[in-house]
C-alpha cells in the first residue's frame, strides 16, 4: 500500500500503490503532496523516532547528572566546609530558606536577593581586611 501524508493537515490515509509518486490533492484541505510507498516512508519516521529519542535519553542523562552534582555539592559542603567569607554556596535555596522561614515566623518582612549572599569576590576580602584593622584607623 502507498500512503497519502498531507502536509497541510496532517491527513493521512493508504491508498492504491498505482498512485506511488503521484501529486494528489488532500480530501480535507486540499493541499497537493505526493503520494509515497509506505515502507520508506515508515523507515524514514522511525529513523527520524530513533534520533529524537537517543536525544532525548542523552538530554535526561546529562539532566540527571547535573541534578545529582548539584545534590552532591549541597550535601559535601556541610556549613562548617564553608568560607562564608568566599563562597555562592549560601545562594542555593536550601541554605537561605530557613533564614526566609526565622524571618517569616518573627513576623518581619524581608525582601531577599540571593545575589546580595554571594561573598566571593575581592571586595569581601577587602571588608574583612579593613575590619581586621580597624584600630589602625
Ligand atoms: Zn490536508
Same mark, same amino acid.
Request: net charge positive; aromatic share 10%.
Given at each position: ?10 491527513? !493521512? ?5 498505482k498512485h506511488i509518486n503521484k501529486k494528489a490533492k488532500c480530501p480535507k484541505c486540499e493541499y497537493i503532496v505526493t503520494v509515497?510507498? !509506505? ?21 535526561? +542523562? ?5 541534578? +545529582?552534582? #548539584? ?6 559542603? /556541610? ?8 563562597? &555562592? /554556596?549560601?545562594?542555593? &535555596? ?9 524571618? &517569616?515566623?518573627?513576623?518581619? &518582612?524581608?525582601?531577599?536577593? !540571593?545575589? /546580595?549572599?554571594?561573598?566571593t569576590g575581592f571586595f569581601d576580602e577587602v571588608a574583612l581586611l579593613?575590619?581586621? #584593622?580597624?584600630?589602625?584607623?
Amino acid at each position: 500500500m502507498a500512503i497519502f501524508l498531507c502536509k497541510g493537515c496532517n491527513h !493521512t490515509q493508504e491508498v492504491d500503490n498505482k498512485h506511488i509518486n503521484k501529486k494528489a490533492k488532500c480530501p480535507k484541505c486540499e493541499y497537493i503532496v505526493t503520494v509515497y510507498d !509506505t515502507v520508506p516512508v515508515l523507515k524514514n519516521i522511525l529513523k527520524r523516532y530513533h534520533e529524537l529519542n537517543f536525544k532525548l535519553k542523552d538530554t535526561e +542523562n546529562k539532566l540527571t547528572k547535573i541534578e +545529582n552534582l #548539584n545534590n552532591d555539592i549541597i550535601k559535601n559542603n /556541610s556549613i562548617h566546609d564553608i568560607d562564608i567569607h568566599n563562597t &555562592k /554556596s549560601l545562594m542555593h &535555596k536550601e541554605r537561605y530558606l530557613p533564614i526566609v522561614k526565622w524571618f &517569616k515566623d518573627q513576623n518581619i &518582612k524581608v525582601k531577599f536577593t !540571593t545575589e /546580595s549572599i554571594d561573598t566571593t569576590g575581592f571586595f569581601d576580602e577587602v571588608a574583612l581586611l579593613l575590619g581586621d #584593622n580597624y584600630s589602625l584607623f
